[in-house]
């Protein structure tokens, strides 16, 4: 199994980004999909969840402001983010069972 984190990337406040998780050996639909951060010099938080049946979750902190998606033909799935802070800037790592991918940076600046 392969994850394949993509879309991070410099944005000002208050705008947004669309991360990818692109899946390979593993069905997306068939399990559910959680997407974590790591700020600089924290721990990594968990950020959001999608199951297998295509319930949300969402860490208070971007309740309201990201969603979550899935594009069963392109097994992959979206982490949308909206309203941007600061506090948002870090790696984004998607997460199936086992399997990470690699991590995508978003940097949110003013």
């Known amino acids: 199994v392969q994850l394949q984190a993509s879309g991070g990337g410099l944005v000002q406040i208050g705008g947004s980004l669309r991360l990818s998780c692109a899946a390979s050996?593993?069905?997306?639909?068939?399990?559910?999909m959680t997407w974590y951060r790591q700020a600089p010099g924290k721990e990594r938080e968990l950020v959001a969840r999608?199951?297998?049946?295509?319930?949300?979750y969402f860490a208070d902190f971007v309740k309201g402001r990201f969603t979550l998606s899935r594009d069963i033909a392109k097994n992959s799935a979206f982490l949308q983010m909206h309203m941007l802070e600061p506090e948002d800037t870090a790696v984004y790592y998607c997460?199936?069972?086992?399997?990470w991918g690699q991590g995508t940076l978003v940097t949110v600046s003013s």
């Open positions: 999608i199951s297998q049946r295509g319930g949300t």
């Open positions: 997460n199936i069972q086992e399997w």
């Open positions: 050996e593993i069905n997306v639909s068939s399990t559910s």
